[in-house]
């Protein structure tokens, strides 16, 4: 937690007084805004007792205005400004919702005012950040530097936790190195998709991941309020887009020092100068041919003014996210609420299950007999082989589709045995699927090759068999923390998947088993990344062969145009460029 007197020590004696005095002014009218200034001074010069007095009278005559019968003689006129007259008792005050969100507004407010009060670090840094991630990401999306920005990210957040007094959490060194090792696969392909879609996908939600991690006890998170939490965490960073401009205004307030004042005022004067500079230099320019020869080799090469804008509008905005981030991070309003929600009665539940277990317990029968023991009578006309390599995308959609429903169950049903019994075959029908839908992909692979959607889906199949195992432990034992088993589970098939390299290993596999080189082989070929050209290299058609490590040769040339520099190097384009040359 932010230590108030460092925060404050450079304001002086006065200087605290008037932050702890607007402070205190901040609180008081936050909680007071509700009910009115009339109100809340009738709140505060009641005692103690007083209130609940009121309250408790307040309650009983609109109890008994609202259950007593008509009064005879007593006209409806009467009747309705009676209760009019008692519906004016003041309300009290911070209770219920209201008094729960004041609080909140209080809360955030006052982690608010201690971050401005340290604007001169976490501003500063932020711009520093915002450099470094300009450098890292300007024009390089599969470059040597995305690794260098993931590191720079987490080595950030690491001295702003040693700036608020936040120890690093057991957890947070795994999340950070295993970004980095996924950041710096990203030097090691040139496939779009997974290098740049993927990861940066991927860096996100670790990070956040990372960060919620740090500022709360998320030991018994499961995975739907981890999500929920992220998307809070993300939308409360985007609403204090506000904080850098009046954090930054109110530090500039607050500098007394002159030596500060006129560093500030040089600043000024030289971001005003550059206007004028630009003006001067065309003027000059057009007056003079030897100067504007001049000028514009300086432009062209070092001083392109496109160029200029863009990295400075992209160092501005990687500084405003990291601002907003730590913002919605310390002061940010996310519960940690764990309670639990299995409420509901599970002999719906159990009925609704059972029908569809009894389905599925059938289905896989006809797995087992048909498909994986080759017997029974198949309809007329269709074969072993059609019949294998049909229906895949339906079991994949089923077999989420059963996860999503134990997992549900066991979420907001009470505890039933009778139930856990339905929710393991189903599991274990869940468990056939998957082997069905893998078993009909690799036949459709023997039949029609690789593509990347193909690796895709058996590596994402591959993943749902351990991510299984894990519901079912959590069927026997509902304290099993099943998202950090998930979150283990997914990043290290992620990474796995990451280094493997898609491409090449479809490349590797349609050399080895194809039957030759065609157009439209040719034309598979061409989609892949430059990944795969270590493995055309088995392409016995010398023509082929040859066009496929132009073609992959020139692909990164969109990034770097040709010429690879230290900060767009990719080993990947870097590999297919010497094999070319090689061949």
């Not at 008037?18 to 009738?42: I, L, N, P, R």
């Not at 936790?161 to 392909?189: E, H, N, P």
């Not at 020092?257 to 004067?269: E, P, Q």
């Not at 539940?349 to 009578?377: E, N, T």
Request: proline share 2%.
């Amino acid at each position: 937690m932010y230590d108030d007197r460092r925060l404050t020590g450079g304001l002086g004696a006065d200087g605290r007084d008037e932050a702890v005095g607007k402070e205190e002014a901040m609180q008081k009218e936050t909680v007071y805004e509700a009910v009115g200034k009339e109100e809340a001074m009738q709140k505060e010069a009641m005692p103690e007792e007083t209130v609940r007095g009121e309250a408790a009278r307040k309650e009983m005559v609109l109890e008994e205005i609202g259950s007593e019968e008509s009064v005879p003689g007593e006209s409806p006129s009467e009747r309705t400004k009676q209760k009019e007259s008692m519906n004016r008792i003041p309300p009290l005050m911070n209770e219920g919702a209201e008094g729960k969100r004041a609080e909140s507004v209080s809360r955030r407010n006052h982690k608010l005012e201690a971050i401005s009060r340290d604007f001169g670090f976490l501003g500063t840094l932020s711009i520093a950040y915002g450099a470094a991630a300009s450098f890292c990401l300007y024009y390089n999306p599969l470059g040597i530097t995305v690794p260098l920005f993931v590191a720079v990210t987490y080595g950030v957040m690491f001295l702003v936790f040693k700036r608020m007094g936040t120890a690093i959490k057991k957890g947070s060194v795994y999340l950070a190195v295993l970004s980095f090792f996924i950041g710096l696969s990203t030097c090691f392909t040139s496939n779009m998709t997974v290098g740049y879609n993927m990861n940066r996908l991927a860096l996100v939600l670790l990070f956040c991941i990372f960060v919620l991690h740090q500022f709360h006890q998320d030991n018994r998170w499961n995975i739907g309020k981890y999500v929920a939490s992220i998307a809070i965490y993300l939308a409360q960073a985007i609403g204090m887009i506000y904080c850098p401009f009046v954090h930054g205004r109110q530090y500039i307030k607050s500098i007394k020092s002159r030596k500060y004042r006129n560093v500030l005022r040089l600043l000024a004067g030289m971001c005003a100068a550059v206007p004028a500079m630009v003006i001067l230099c065309l003027l000059l320019g057009s007056a003079d041919k030897v100067f504007q020869n001049i000028l514009d080799v300086v432009l062209r090469k070092i001083l392109d003014p496109v160029t200029i804008f863009l990295v400075l509008l992209q160092t501005g905005a990687w500084a405003l996210a990291m601002y907003c981030l730590i913002c919605s991070a310390w002061a940010g309003d996310i519960s940690d609420d764990t309670a639990d929600r299995r409420v509901c009665s599970p002999f719906a539940a159990i009925s609704f299950m059972s029908m569809i277990a009894i389905i599925y317990v059938v289905f896989c029968a006809i797995q087992i007999v048909y498909l994986f023991m080759g017997k029974g009578s198949l309809p007329w006309g269709m074969t072993y082989s059609d019949y294998a390599r049909q229906g895949f995308f339906q079991l994949l959609f089923v077999a989420l589709l059963n996860l999503v429903m134990v997992l549900m169950c066991l979420k907001y049903c009470q505890e039933n045995v009778l139930l856990n019994g339905v929710l393991l075959v189903i599991s274990m029908c869940t468990y056939v699927m998957i082997a069905s839908a893998i078993y009909r992909m690799l036949l459709y692979v023997g039949q029609y090759h690789l593509t990347f959607l193909r690796v895709l889906v058996l590596w994402f199949l591959a993943m749902m068999v351990i991510l299984m195992a894990g519901v079912v432990a959590l069927i026997f034992n509902h304290g099993f923390l099943l998202f950090r088993y998930c979150l283990v589970t997914v990043s290290v098939f992620y990474l796995g998947f990451a280094w493997m390299r898609p491409d090449y290993v479809i490349a590797k596999y349609n050399v080895e088993h194809g039957t030759g080189i065609d157009m439209f082989v040719l034309d598979d070929f061409s989609l892949l990344s430059a990944d795969a050209a270590p493995a055309v290299l088995g392409i016995e058609d010398a023509e082929a062969r040859n066009y496929l490590l132009n073609l992959y040769a020139r692909q990164y040339n969109r990034v770097d145009g040709g010429s690879m520099s230290i900060r767009t190097c990719n080993f990947s384009a870097l590999k297919a460029r010497s094999l070319l040359n090689n061949d």
